[in-house]
Every structure is written in structure tokens, then in C-alpha cells.
């Protein structure tokens, strides 16, 4: 088969190289790292090794309850001591029973994380099955362990999986949250998690607050006030702005899939917690027994 000018076609099969017609490999990134490993994230180059200066998402936070998991993000993305973006969005759906929130260098972990949803839709396409949860997890840690030369000049991506696991023996406990560091160490949290720069007061709020029977409303609560306690002792971590009507995004998995709460429903939340607030700065407190 010839193009115009008497030119072979690449691959003598329509327009595409030959290996896009060769079945057997499940794995979008593999197949991108053996035909075009340059438009890997991990393949970026810095000139010599330096540091750049970039925006950073912050903080993430994830809470689980009998059924069903809730993720939320604050907007915020800095660059140094500016804000460089006072709406950025860190939360994602990566399919319908999963979700990931960023932290780290934003621009690579946007890449990272539209290169996850390829790979989990590549793979069902080819396999006509979707991946177990613990084998999405699993595929999201390969591809950071991929951007470890890039971590080690600055450009860490550490995201935060959750999601509702559809093989699990007791639906109440389906809910399911992994974190991850920039080696790709994978790790399964329980109940709570948080990550960025805002994680350790995040964290700290967490645990104060959860509860084994929450849920869904006080699983969001929960998060919200999470996020406000980060943004309190954290620069890096933005606030709800009120004024603009930027609300933390928050999404629910649970055995309905993935859904993103409107901004309206997450407003009435903020408000009520600002309220409480203005009361009680520190906000709620835990209850001892």
C-alpha cells in the first residue's frame, strides 16, 4: 500500500504504524513507553538537573464510611510565597468507582492523572473487565515510581486514590483509600487520610472528628472542616473565599460510582461551618468519653 508520490504507508496498514494493530498489550503506558516513551511525564528533561519554580497543589483529604468513601481538595495552587491559581481543581474521577486527588507539581501530576484515566479505559476496553481497585492503586504507583527522575529534581507528583471496591466481602467496609509516595510506594489508609502541605493539620483534624458511623453528610462535614483547620495553620492551603464563591471540590464514590457535588450543596456546607466558627474559632472539638 502506497500514499501519494508512491510512498510506502508506515506500516503498510492504513495510516498507523504496525504495532498499533498488534493486540496483547492491556497496558497503555506500556505501550506508550515501547512506541513514544518521550511523551511519558516521567521523559521530562530539566536543563541541567535545575530546580524550577512551579505551581504546587496542596492539600487533599479523604474519609471513608460504611459505604462509600468521600474526597475533597482545596483550590489553591502556590508558586513560592504567590498564588498562582485561586481555582485550580485537584480532585478527579478516574473512572466510575474511583477518584484522585493531587498534590505536588501541578502540571505533572494533571499529565499523571489524564494518563491514569487512559490506562484504567484502555485496559477494560481491551480486557472487557475493569480493574480491581487494589490493581487500579497498583497501576498509579508504576506510573509514579515512573516520575522519580523527575521527583528528584523538585517535580514530585504524590496523589491520593480512593474508591469504592465493587469485590469486596462486606459493602459497609467497600470504601477504600491509598496514598502514595514519590519512590511509588503504595500504601492502604484507614478511615482518613490526607496529603500536601497542609496534611499533618488536615490529619490532626481527622482524627479529632471521625467517627466509625458516619455518614455521607458528616463524611463531607468532616473533610470541609479538615480543609478549614489546614488553611488555618498552612498558607499554602486556601480557605473557602466566600466573596468569589470558590468552595473546596468535593467528590462521593460509593456503590451508585463516582459522583462530584454541585457547588451549591458544598456552599450550604461551608456556610454552615463558617458559622460555627465564628462561635468557636478552633472549631469542633472531640468528645471525651
Partial sequence: MTI????????????????????????????LSLQAPDLLPGRL?????????????????????PGGVVMAGDRRATMGNIIAQRDIEKVFQTDEYSCVGIAGSAGIALEVVRLFQVELEHYEKLQGTTL??????????????????????????????????LFADD???????????VTGGRYEEHSYHAVGSGASFARGALKKLFREDFDEARAVRSCIEALYDAADDDSATGGPDMTRRIYPVVAVVDGGGFRRLPDEAVGEVVEQVIATRMANPGGPTAVLP
Avoid at 459493602?171 to 509516595?181: L, T, V, Y
Fill in 4 to 31: 501519494a508520490g508512491g510512498a510506502p504507508m508506515p506500516g503498510g496498514l492504513g495510516r498507523l504504524p504496525a504495532p498499533f494493530h498488534v493486540p496483547g498489550i492491556p497496558s497503555f503506558v506500556d505501550f
Fill in 45 to 65: 528533561a530539566v536543563a541541567g538537573g535545575q530546580l524550577l519554580d512551579v505551581p504546587h497543589g496542596t492539600t487533599i483529604v479523604a474519609v471513608a464510611y
Fill in 132 to 165: 480491581s481497585l487494589e490493581g487500579k492503586a497498583n497501576r498509579l504507583a508504576m506510573m509514579i515510581r515512573a516520575n522519580l527522575p523527575m521527583a528528584l529534581q523538585g517535580l514530585a507528583v504524590v496523589p491520593l486514590f480512593a474508591g469504592y471496591d
Fill in 171 to 181: 459493602p459497609a467496609k467497600a470504601g477504600r483509600i491509598f496514598s502514595f509516595d
